[in-house]
């Protein structure tokens, strides 16, 4: 090898700090081992309810469709995930809400049984505290979010029941609008021109009683009135930058600075659609939508449908892969929140198993593939502490300390 080779060979395994790979991984392994790490936002509880799937088992991503499970938690360094408890939009009459309102009580069972099941390895984290103290006993956690504000019917009540069982945020909708405020994807259009008279009832009444407010899905006038009137800081549990992507489900800059004024946090979901503008693949996109309407679009589908119309899914994605995006561009998107926000607004919320995964972090035991590309870019352990969990920590503890009951 030439004086000038041995030399570019030796720049290429540095980074720019002068760190190689190995110094590299054995960093990212000491950071998450001294730090707590949480991603905000999973729909696990999805793949338990289809069934044969063990969440203390090694799955394999590419032949179970599972992205999560204890096992992969602890080989990527991941100490604790919210599970969201999802229910999709269905009619807002009241058969429709009493539908809801089973659909998130058989989903809490579900992961109340897996809790009970594996109660040696897992616990369930409430509060602030609860992280810290589930780490230091050796386990992992696992908390509680609602997806979708239609959870709660026209019921506020409800608010209080669903944090008595632990649920600590509440997303207001998913992508269509709902009795509580527009969405940012409903295909009609705005309804309430943002948040409704019963949301901001619903957002006094989470305000009161520390469940925290989460944006992700909201239209950007809901996300505009939910700011104005909230008087805890409120976050994006699965969000990307309208920079690098001009989809309505992603965050403008505004948005990203307003939020971070409030106090609030933007959790970087790992949805390739959203990171980045994909290329088009014809054929596999006009199967799924095919599929979409033979399955009534997803919605009110019986069990055995839904898991018909799932496997169809999956066999389409494994004939005719998307294309995905790359944890490069998850940190692209952490970088532009930093930059834009601060080094105290950004945070990880994966959507694993409801869609996200990338090149690179596929699935959660890929995880510290974000933490030596973040050290590869010259963040310093307490900015990756930050980013991990530290300043969503920082939100929820301010909802605990602003609850009023
Ligand atoms: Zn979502």
């Excluded at 069982?165 to 998913?174: M, P």
């Excluded at 609030?264 to 659609?273: A, K, R, T």
Aim: glycine share 8%; proline share 2%; net charge negative.
């Amino acid at each position: 090898m030439t004086k000038a080779l041995l030399l570019l060979s030796l720049c290429l395994s540095l980074n720019i700090y002068g760190q190689t790979e190995e110094e590299i991984n054995r960093l990212a392994d000491k950071i998450h081992s001294e730090i707590i790490t949480i991603d905000t936002h999973t729909d696990t509880p999805l793949r338990i309810q289809r069934g044969n799937f063990d969440l203390g088992s090694r799955n394999n991503p590419y032949n179970s469709n599972s992205k999560l499970d204890l096992p992969r938690m602890i080989e990527g360094g991941l100490d604790a995930v919210y599970f969201a408890l999802y229910v999709g939009q269905g009619k807002r009459d009241n058969a429709g809400n009493e539908k809801a309102i089973q659909v998130i009580a058989r989903l809490h069972y579900l992961v109340d049984s897996v809790l009970i099941a594996h109660s040696d390895k897992v616990s369930l984290a409430k509060s602030c505290s609860d992280f810290q103290t589930i780490k230091k006993e050796g386990k992992l956690a696992i908390a509680l979010g609602i997806e979708n504000g239609y959870g709660i019917g026209n019921d506020i009540s409800l608010l209080k029941k669903y944090y008595d069982l632990g649920v600590r945020y509440l997303t207001l909708c998913h992508t269509k609008n709902n009795d509580i405020c527009d969405s940012s994807t409903d295909p009609e259009g705005a309804e309430h021109n943002g948040l409704s008279e019963f949301g901001t009832r619903v957002v006094k009444e989470m305000n009161k009683l520390g469940i925290l407010i989460d944006l992700s899905h909201a239209s950007d006038k809901t996300v505009e009135d939910v700011l104005a009137i909230s008087k805890v800081p409120v976050f994006a549990s699965h969000s990307c930058a309208r920079f690098f992507n001009n989809n309505p489900r992603n965050l403008s800059d505004d948005l990203i600075k307003k939020i971070a004024e409030k106090g609030g946090v933007i959790q970087v979901c790992f949805f390739s659609g959203y990171l980045r503008e994909l290329p088009t693949n014809t054929t596999r996109d006009s199967l799924l939508r095919n599929l979409r309407q033979r399955y009534s679009n997803f919605q009110n589908l019986s069990d055995s449908l839904s898991r018909l119309a799932e496997k169809e899914w999956y066999e389409i994605e494994k004939k005719y892969p998307g294309n995905l995006a790359t944890v490069s561009d998850i940190v692209d998107h952490i970088d532009h929140i930093v930059k834009i926000a601060g080094i105290d607004y950004v945070g990880i919320g994966t959507d694993f198993d409801g869609g996200g995964g990338v090149t690179g972090a596929f699935d959660v035991s890929e995880m510290k593939n974000i933490t030596k590309e973040l050290i590869r870019r010259g963040y310093v352990i307490e900015e990756i502490e930050k980013i991990w969990g530290g300043n969503y920590l920082r939100v929820l503890g301010e909802a605990e300390k602003k609850s009023k009951f």
